[in-house]
């Protein structure tokens, strides 16, 4: 059985660090995941909710901010708690795996001092020179 999420979106607030009765670090946020949709039809956005621990939340909440695009990879989890008034509620949240960066700093916000994003050129494509014998007798597949 499986149960992994991979996810990019954009985050709705600033990440929070928290930390747990037992020095443990956490941090909860939302991000901003575009469903697919169809030609004519208007664009729907989902709000997924995300729960990071320990070196994962440290990571996220020093370089990440709202409106960073986000990459995540984790599986999902459910809660059951009862709310103040005595309903018993469900909550799904994603736990962080492995998060990462999807666009440059420069990209992520107008303004900003970031590192210029890198690069691929395709200059000197044809650099190199095809290389025939004549046969294809001796390849191995």
Known sequence: MFNLVVLTGRLTADPELKTTA?????TSFSIAVNRS?????????DFINIVAWRQRAEF???????????????SIQTRRYTDKNGNPRTAFEVVVNNAQFVESKRDSAPGTDGVPAASFSNAGVNDFAEIDNGSDDDLPF
């Open 22 to 26: 037992n020095g443990i670090s956490v």
């Open 37 to 45: 949709y169809r030609s004519g039809e208007e664009p729907q956005t």
């Open 60 to 74: 996220i909440t020093k370089y990440f901010k709202k409106g960073s695009l986000i990459g995540i990879e984790g």
